[in-house]
């Protein structure tokens, strides 16, 4: 994903997730829609990314020293609530259908075993 910082994988796993809530005191769904509706507090907006950078494979301290960098010098806080409720979108609401891994059937599809 590209950002103010650049582009950089990100990703939300459950404890990413679980470490977002604890840090900001709300439920992950309620984190982003403090965001999209600019009625965030800072670590709305912080988590999110700094805990999406380690996700997507950053070192603790690289992830906290480039959001500290982007806030300090390319970015308000304003700024960066789009980029933090894109990655609470991305890994909350996924886009598309889940697709079936091999072998497996799509929900309702007909099987061969007529049992």
């Given at each position: 994903?590209?950002?103010?910082?650049?582009?950089?994988?990100?990703?939300?796993g459950i404890?990413?997730?679980?470490?977002?809530?604890?840090?900001?005191?709300?439920?992950?769904?309620?984190v982003?829609?403090?965001?999209?509706?600019?009625?965030?507090?800072i670590?709305?907006?912080?988590?999110?990314?700094?805990?999406?950078?380690?996700?997507g494979?950053?070192v603790?301290?690289?992830?906290?020293?480039?959001?500290?960098?982007?806030?300090?010098?390319?970015?308000?806080?304003?700024?960066?609530?789009?980029?933090?409720?894109?990655?609470l979108?991305r890994?909350l609401?996924?886009?598309?259908?889940?697709?079936?891994?091999?072998?497996?059937?799509?929900?309702?599809a007909?099987?061969?075993?007529?049992?």
């Amino acid at each position: 994903m590209t950002w103010p910082g650049g582009e950089h994988a990100f990703r939300l796993g459950i404890g990413e997730l679980r470490a977002i809530e604890q840090r900001c005191d709300a439920g992950c769904f309620v984190v982003m829609m403090r965001l999209l509706s600019s009625q965030c507090k800072i670590d709305d907006v912080l988590a999110p990314i700094r805990l999406g950078l380690i996700g997507g494979g950053m070192v603790e301290k690289d992830a906290q020293r480039l959001v500290d960098g982007v806030l300090a010098e390319a970015a308000s806080p304003y700024t960066l609530t789009v980029t933090a409720a894109e990655i609470l979108r991305r890994f909350l609401m996924w886009d598309g259908e889940d697709q079936p891994t091999s072998g497996e059937q799509k929900a309702g599809a007909a099987t061969s075993d007529p049992r």
